[in-house]
């Protein structure tokens, strides 16, 4: 990552500080009787500064180094999902829902269950494509005809309107367009199936929750509907809320087809 090195040096300012202070206490004759106090403010706020410029830079927990494989640098497509796909949308949840806890926001529910995927209105995967056909004698590495899963958007309909109740991207994949690619998607989907708008829960200051819908035309509801006031309890009773600050928002969309259905 471009900026990695230089995010990492501002991490380090803050201990760096405490450490002069700690020389400057020794010059004036204090510094022996107070050194426990110095060594545990470096300590906290060393590991604090750390936890952040990871969570700023790479909040992906690691994963074992490999060959890249045609399917890991392949197009990327966006299309319905299978029953094949169902339990591996939910590892694809289960890793995505580490980085909350790599970030230090807390660790969440659980993802959704095979059933409730498979009951979704919409349920869209987002798939890599091998970069070579399969029998081109130049893939080293063929990647097989069905490719995994890299992410995935799962939408509702709530108070008559389309409502995105989940999305994920595996860590390695984010950052990539696939977010964006399958919001689109589903907004794609709703204006052909005649809606005016969709919406969705979320955090509204986790980088990548909130920040990411605000810059694709989402805005915060400040009244929400009742049946989208009865899915924020269902968070608050899960226990979201104690993660962070939870919004609703909305993204209007735009003027349906001549032959959409009438909403």
Known sequence: MRYRGSRYRRAGLLP???????IWDCALGGGRAHAPAWLGALIIVGG???LAARGATDPSP??????????ATGPIVIEPATPADL???VEVEVAADTLFAVAGYGSTPGPASVDELASARLLLVARRQPSHPPSDPAATNPAPDDPE????????????????EG?????????????????????HWATEQGYSQITLCTFGDVPWNGPFYARLGF???PAPSPALRALRQREVRLGLDGMGRRCVMRRPLGEPPDDAPAR
């Open 16 to 22: 760096g500080l405490i450490v002069l202070g700690w």
């Open 48 to 50: 604090i500064s750390l």
């Open 62 to 71: 690691p994963e074992p180094a490999g060959p890249a494989t045609p399917a």
């Open 87 to 89: 339990p591996r949308l």
């Open 149 to 164: 899963p890299v992410g995935y958007i799962r939408v509702e309909i709530v108070d008559g309107q389309p409502h995105i």
């Open 167 to 187: 999305m994920s991207v595996r860590p390695k994949q984010m950052r990539r367009g696939i977010g964006t690619a399958l919001v689109d998607a589903a907004c």
């Open 219 to 221: 805005t915060e509801i």
